[in-house]
């Protein structure tokens, strides 16, 4: 079983920035890419970032160059920097992990489980 904790969202002015953060705790040795996503009332949930066990990241199109994925694979922890926010980013952001399929170590991993976050509240004033 594994365990997702969210903290960082708030309220801000146009133009600041926050920094959201992520843990998975227990059972993440399958875990592979993690994913933000958000929710703005009476929209559906979006994809703004996900970042590979590599590194490797990409962004929706409405945050690129504002916001920065990353991730500490050691400490199974996900980050969202978002800078020069803007009121339409305000919603419920939501962590994420996938779980690979294969076998890490002896371990198998069955490819399916997915990880979500409680979700935490970003509020963006103009």
């Known amino acids: 079983q594994v365990h997702v904790a969210e903290s960082g969202g708030g309220s801000v002015q146009a133009g600041g920035s926050l920094r959201l953060s992520c843990g998975f705790s227990?059972?993440?040795?399958?875990?592979?890419?993690m994913f933000w996503h958000r929710q703005a009332p009476g929209m559906e949930r979006e994809l703004v970032a996900v970042?590979?066990?590599?590194?490797?990241?990409k962004y929706s199109d409405s945050v690129k160059g504002r916001f920065t994925v990353s991730r500490d694979n050691g400490k199974n922890q996900l980050f969202l920097e978002m800078n020069n926010l803007k009121p339409e980013d305000s919603a419920v952001y939501f962590c994420?992990?996938?779980?690979?399929?294969?076998?890490?170590?002896?371990?198998?991993?069955?490819?399916?489980?997915?990880?979500w976050g409680q979700g935490i509240q970003v509020t963006v004033s103009s």
């Open positions: 994420k992990a996938e779980e690979l399929e294969g076998y890490v170590g002896s371990h198998r991993c069955m490819g399916w489980a997915v990880f």
């Open positions: 227990g059972d993440t040795a399958c875990i592979s890419a």
């Open positions: 970042v590979t066990t590599d590194g490797s990241s």
